[in-house]
């Protein structure tokens, strides 16, 4: 699992209700994110975080939030202004941010919304 | 703009055969991973290279940075190979491609 906890493997809402995605890792690694995929579509970043108390937003993050009040977790919440919010989310860590380093991946939740 | 295509996106072949996904990519992007995606939905890292030739099992991906292409390729493919499979550029960000799916029938 890469070390990275998600949970629950699969989500089911109501449209107009928030939601939080879980995201917890055990390795001590700085950098964490979110991905959004779609069938047919690359990954999309949606937020990451490189330290504790700090994120940044991705290509994606309108409808979404995020917090890292502890380095082992990186909670997702889709909101309701997520206007197409049923997807495959996946978290991922690495030692560092961004780019330069080799991320790993959580199993991901699988978001429904009706 | 960073940029990766893969191609094929879909791949069916019989056990044994040698497999070959490819992906290029544009300008400002360093390096590549190769990722795997099994039917559950987990991510699996294969590779990350930046020159050369990596080589692990069955698996080997090459890297052209000339001609900013990657190839991965499956020898003696196994029906467990079947999955997505994923390369992404290294930039400021990971640049994913849309992924090929693999299926190997035995």
């Known amino acids: 699992d890469g070390g990275i906890t998600q949970s629950p493997k699969y989500l089911f809402r109501k449209e107009g209700q928030n939601v939080t995605l879980s995201c917890e890792q055990n390795l001590n690694h700085d950098a964490m994110y979110w991905y959004r995929q779609d069938p047919g579509q690359g990954l999309r970043l949606i937020y990451y975080s490189q330290i504790v108390n700090d994120f940044q937003k991705g290509d994606i993050a309108e409808g979404y939030s995020v917090s890292r009040e502890k380095k082992e977790s990186f909670p997702l919440t889709v909101t309701s202004a997520q206007k197409n919010p049923t997807a495959f989310y996946l978290c991922?860590?690495?030692?560092?941010?961004?780019?330069?380093?080799?991320?790993?991946f959580g199993p991901g939740t699988r978001l429904t919304v009706t | 703009k960073n940029e990766v295509e893969q191609s094929p996106q879909n791949l069916t072949a019989q056990e044994g055969e040698f497999i070959t996904i490819n992906c290029s990519y544009s300008v400002g992007i360093s390096a590549l991973h190769w990722l795997q995606q099994h039917p559950g939905g987990g991510i699996v890292s294969l590779f990350m290279l930046s020159s050369g030739k990596k080589k692990h099992g069955r698996l080997i991906a090459t890297i052209n940075i000339q001609e900013k292409h990657s190839s991965l390729h499956i020898t003696a493919s196994h029906p467990r190979d079947s999955a997505v499979y994923i390369c992404?550029?290294?930039?400021?960000?990971?640049?994913f491609g849309q992924g090929t799916r693999l299926t190997i029938n035995p």
């Open positions: 991922a860590r690495s030692t560092g941010g961004q780019g330069g380093y080799e991320q790993y």
């Open positions: 992404a550029g290294r930039a400021q960000k990971l640049v």
